[in-house]
């Protein structure tokens, strides 16, 4: 079985940074996209950032120019770097890795269990 553990959440003040951190484990063979995905209390969870496994990005527009995501094959481990927060970016953040094979089989649509983020005035 697989899971995904996200880490590195926490409390900032406007204008800082924090980096999070997605590790999968359980005899991975290889992972292909990635993403970190968020939801904002009363609000529907949206995409962030999403890595393909050869690398490619794309962002929210609402993150572009300060979140940067990244990976680490070798790892399985995916990153989200993010500067200059905002109130706004205050949510749970969840990892997502599309899919995932491994030892025990194929998986799809894996999410961890999500991290708080929240950015004070």
């Known amino acids: 079985q697989v899971r995904l553990v996200e880490s590195g959440g926490g409390l900032v003040q406007a204008g800082g940074s924090l980096r999070l951190s997605c590790a999968a484990s359980?005899?991975?063979?290889?992972?292909?996209?990635m993403g970190w995905y968020r939801q904002a209390p009363g609000k529907q969870r949206e995409l962030v950032a999403a890595i393909t496994g050869g690398g490619s990005t794309n962002y929210a527009d609402s993150v572009k120019g300060r979140f940067t995501i990244s990976r680490d094959n070798a790892k399985n481990t995916a990153y989200l770097q993010m500067n200059s927060l905002k109130p706004e970016d205050t949510a749970v953040y969840y990892c997502?890795?599309?899919?995932?094979?491994?030892?025990?089989?194929?998986?799809?649509?894996?999410w961890g269990q999500g991290t708080q983020v929240t950015v004070s005035p």
């Open positions: 997502k890795a599309d899919k995932i094979r491994s030892a025990s089989g194929y998986y799809a649509g894996i």
């Open positions: 359980g005899s991975i063979f290889s992972i292909n996209a």
